[in-house]
């Protein structure tokens, strides 16, 4: 039997565009989830989410088999770079606009209807982005991919069109360099995640597996 998603791929390649926005139903919250982490905007996040998929629609007969989604979000994540080439400058972070996608990672819990909970969430989520943007580009990716959107490695580094080795020495160097980033600034976080970042933490030990270390604040 056909999977669902690969026949509405195959119909999308033959110009369905119902069968195409199902597919932008489907992914929109990880795509405006890459692109908002990588760029730091709300506004431009949804910018590159929209000519992501308008690519994506426009060169989907050249997709062949494989990962849907690892395809969607290389256009994406290089239609960001892109923009970071072009900009030069680091942008400004924003909360507006933060998919949910996004926050359902951040480590404490669920908001629900609990103010003092959702505003705790939003304050994590603010210093979350700006530790990404501490990164070169190439690291946040990784970061975002493996460790908000819980990639494998395997297809995280499909995604963007790297080495499984390139992919683990980004990921390294940018675990190291967020935890440095969170530990430095760990009196301002919000007690109940202030302990992930706890300084007994070896500064300079190996990781002991491909999974130690992770960034899942």
Known sequence: ?????????QRARQ?????????????QEQVYGLAYRLLGDADAAADAAQEAFLSAFQHIRSFRKGSFRAW??????????????????RPQTSLEGLPSGVESHLPVGEAGEDPTLQAEQEEVSREVQQALMSLSPEQRA???LCDL???????????????????KSRLSRGRARLREY????????????RSIFAPHDSDGAEEKSDEAGSFRP
Do not use: H, W
Request: proline fraction near 4%; charged fraction near 25%; aromatic fraction near 10%.
């Open 149 to 167: 959107q819980e990639f494998p490695y395997d297809q995280a580094a499909r995604t963007l069109g790297i080495s499984l080795g390139t992919l």
């Open 1 to 9: 039997m056909i999977d669902p998603e690969e026949e509405l791929v």
């Open 142 to 144: 990784v970061i975002v």
């Open 15 to 27: 110009g369905d565009l119902e069968a195409f926005n199902r597919l932008v139903l489907a992914y």
């Open 72 to 89: 969607l979000l290389r256009i994406t994540a290089n239609f960001c770079y892109d923009v970071l080439r072009k900009q030069r400058t």
């Open 182 to 193: 969170f530990r430095e600034r760990r009196e301002l976080l919000p007690a109940t995640v």
